[in-house]
Nanobody
Framework: QVQLVESGGGLVQPGGSLRLSCAAS????????MNWYRQAPGKERELVAT???????NYADSVKGRFTIFRDHAKNTVYLQMNSLKPEDTAVYYC???????WGQGTQVTVSS
């Protein structure tokens, strides 16, 4: 059974850090371009970060220098390290395997004092 399961979200103060995980089962995620998206209330889903099958990374301007996407082949998991978090980073974060359009269920990130 193909599945993507995100975890690691939560409530954090501005300036804090979180690491999101996206564990894949039923397929090998390193064969695909993997994305992290986010969707804030009342806003469209936004592409945040991408790691390609060959390891290239790309980021939205709003998170560049603060977020890092990386993967662990052995754990079949992709991560999003988020530092210097801002209230505007508050959203539900989703991972996605682009070529096969697999999506996880999302994990809530709330940045608030």
């Amino acid at each position: 059974q193909v599945q993507l399961v995100e975890s690691g979200g939560g409530l954090v103060q501005p300036g804090g850090s979180l690491r999101l995980s996206c564990a894949a089962s039923g397929f090998t995620l390193s064969r695909y371009n993997m994305n992290w998206y986010r969707q804030a209330p009342g806003k469209e889903r936004e592409l945040v970060a991408t790691i390609t099958s060959v390891g290239y990374t790309n980021y939205a301007d709003s998170v560049k220098g603060r977020f890092t996407i990386f993967r662990d082949h052995a754990k079949n998991t992709v991560y999003l390290q988020m530092n210097s978090l801002k209230p505007e980073d508050t959203a539900v974060y989703y991972c996605n395997a682009k070529e096969v359009n697999y999506w996880g269920q999302g994990t809530q990130v709330t940045v608030s004092s």
